[in-house]
């Protein structure tokens, strides 16, 4: 890590801190409601909470998976479909404009 990112990841930290004891209101807000499973084959996009290999599906990235039966299909980060445990992932709903947004980005 260079320098430059070092400081910037310093900065974060502390305004972090200052946030978490009330010190400071944070600069943005990210709002999201988290929403029941969706029905078999239906994409949606989900967040995922743990994953047993953290190169191939990383913790706390937003997905775009389909719920199924038998557990969650996600495209890992090698590109290859996979499934994963359905309580891996928490699924969620946003604001039309966001999900414009990140359809515009996927």
């Not at 039966?69 to 039309?96: S, Y």
Request: net charge negative; with cysteine; charged share 35%.
């Amino acid at each position: 890590m260079n320098t430059e990112r070092f400081e910037q990841l310093k900065g974060s930290v502390i305004e972090a801190g200052r946030i978490m004891r009330g010190e400071q209101k944070p600069s943005r807000e990210f709002r999201f409601e988290v929403v029941d499973s969706p029905g078999p084959s239906e994409e949606r996009w989900a967040i995922c909470m743990d994953s047993d290999d953290h190169q191939l599906i990383i913790p706390r990235k937003l997905y775009v998976v389909r719920f199924g039966e038998t557990g969650v299909w996600v495209r890992d980060e090698n590109g290859e479909m996979t499934v994963c445990d359905v309580d891996d992932f928490l699924p969620v709903e946003f604001e039309q404009e966001v999900r414009e947004r990140l359809a515009e980005a996927a």
